[in-house]
């Protein structure tokens, strides 16, 4: 907007940028808060280049060549290479699954990123001028063979057979907070974000990608007010008149909340009738996350690292129900693996995490002690170690946190799940029909969340505005 020409103003609740793509510091550990994957960095890279700016002066990245370490009770250990050929030797080697299952799972995928991606994830939904384009109703007619009336679990099983990779490709699914069991299968577009494309590290950390375009927006011109929540989106009518901070009136001619859009129009806008049936649909899950710092390297783990639960249908179950398993699936993030500097010579900065439900007022006190004894357990029996031992600091993330650090509705990590086969066309639309110079942005919005995805959100909302 700022390299468009307009005056941008940001007003931010928090004393600091990047919502939940922060990072944390205990002693001489450095976390990154929150997203622990980069995919698509292409839509950073275009940030900047529309901003007229080369991304590689401000911003540097590398693809991962081992996208991520899985981990199972028995004893097996698969490490997902990003060279497709090793992968598939790998798969074959540790699971005995013939390579042509993977070559069959990841050209699915392509295909149906390459049929739908650009048009339902770069595209606002809500315009009929998107709906009166033939690769649409291409894309549309396509639609039924690309599994959307399965689960993803099932398409899943039909391609790969193999239990443990039903369930390393399932795990996609937690990539926007839903369930395989219930998402539909056209998630299974999701693995060619990660093989096609590929898994990136940021230089110094996820951190960078707030930093880098705090920067940028700065050197624009933004002018950034912290520890300025908004009151009120201010409107006559049907037109925007600006927002509310500190009772006081700032004028603008467009506004663009990237807060959830629940509280958006629950807090922000007391006046409008909210769209419940958008509103009220099924939240994504959301996290409990033990930054520990560690004193001890393990060379088995990688950046990223699962530690797979035995019966991944019942812990999805329990996530429904608003529970905990008592085996969940471990994600264990290390950036020291990649950013040294991240912790003390001899040591690793863990960020371990599960999947929970969001928050609805459960005792989170018990659940997250019981949660902590039992990852604990289930990385001693997996790790062969004595974690706890190992623990020199720790702070805990939890649903009931991530919603007072960023206004996030219960606590989801993704705004809305993808549980229903009609999500993806039911997210609330990037702009108000009802008050002329109001956009909307951000994971809670159209077309979901998750680090790429918000930006493209950015990308709708310029597009629909300069239309
Ligand atoms: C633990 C965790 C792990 C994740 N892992 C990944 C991952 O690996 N990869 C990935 O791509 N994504 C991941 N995500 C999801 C990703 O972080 C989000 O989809 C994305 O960052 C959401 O961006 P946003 O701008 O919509 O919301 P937020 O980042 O929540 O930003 C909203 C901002 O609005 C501010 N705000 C709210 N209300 C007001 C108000 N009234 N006035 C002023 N300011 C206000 C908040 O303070 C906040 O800064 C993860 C999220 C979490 C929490």
Not at 143 to 167: A, R, W, Y
Not at 394 to 413: C, F, H, M, V, Y
């Amino acid at each position: 907007m700022a390299s468009r020409g307009y005056e941008v103003q940001i007003f931010e609740s928090n004393n600091y940028p990047g919502g939940k793509l922060t990072e944390i510091q205990l002693g001489d550990y450095r976390f990154d808060a929150g997203p622990s994957l980069f995919t698509m960095p292409e839509y950073i890279q275009a940030l900047f280049e529309c901003a007229g700016e080369k991304i590689s002066d401000h911003f540097q990245y590398e693809r991962l060549d081992i996208v991520c370490n899985y981990f199972w009770e028995d004893g097996t250990t698969l490490s997902a290479f990003a060279d497709l050929n090793q992968f598939k030797e790998e798969v074959e080697k540790k699971l005995a699954v013939p390579k042509e299952k993977i070559d069959t799972a990841l050209n699915e995928s392509k295909k149906k990123y390459n049929l739908t991606g650009k048009i339902f994830l770069e595209k606002s939904l809500h315009k009929k001028e998107t709906w009166l384009k033939t690769d649409v109703a291409k894309a549309m007619l396509q639609i039924p063979s690309m599994g959307i009336f399965k689960s993803m679990h099932d398409v899943n099983e039909k391609l790969l057979g193999d239990k443990k990779l039903v369930q390393l490709f399932d795990r996609y699914a937690t990539y926007n907070g839903s369930n395989p069991y219930k998402a539909s299968g056209m998630l299974t577009i999701i693995p060619h974000f990660e093989y096609g494309i590929g898994a990136f590290f940021p230089k110094g950390g996820m951190h960078q990608i707030t930093q880098s375009l705090f920067n940028l927006a700065k050197r624009k011109g933004v002018q950034f007010h912290f520890e300025k929540s908004v009151q009120e989106i201010v409107h006559q009518k049907e037109k925007i008149i600006g927002v509310k901070v500190n009772d006081e009136l700032i004028e603008a001619n467009q506004v663009i909340s990237n807060m959830d859009i629940y509280p958006t129009y629950k807090k922000l806008l007391p006046t409008l009738k909210p769209p419940m049936k958008i509103l009220n649909q099924e939240k994504s899950s959301s996290a409990l996350i033990f930054y520990w710092g560690i004193q001890q390297t393990f060379p088995t783990l990688e950046l990223h690292n699962i530690l797979f639960s035995e019966n991944y249908r019942e812990e999805f179950e329990q996530i429904a129900n608003g529970n905990i398993s008592a085996d969940p699936t471990v994600y264990i993030n290390i950036t020291q693996k990649h950013n040294a500097g991240d912790a003390p010579d001899g040591c690793e900065n863990w960020f371990t995490m599960i999947n929970v439900p969001y928050n609805d007022g459960q005792d989170w006190d018990n659940l997250i002690a019981d949660a902590r004894k039992n990852i604990i357990q289930k990385i001693n029996r997996i790790l062969k170690t004595d974690i706890e031992s190992l623990i020199t600091c720790e702070s805990i993330l939890d649903p009931r946190t991530i919603q007072s650090k960023t206004g996030s509705n219960s606590g989801a990590l993704y705004g809305y799940s993808s549980n229903s086969m009609m999500a993806a066309f039911l997210r609330h639309k990037n702009f108000s029909t009802k008050i002329k110079g109001l956009y909307f942005c951000g994971g809670s919005v159209h077309p979901g969340g998750g680090i790429p995805l918000c930006l493209l959100s950015a990308k709708i909302v310029d597009d629909v505005m300069h239309e």
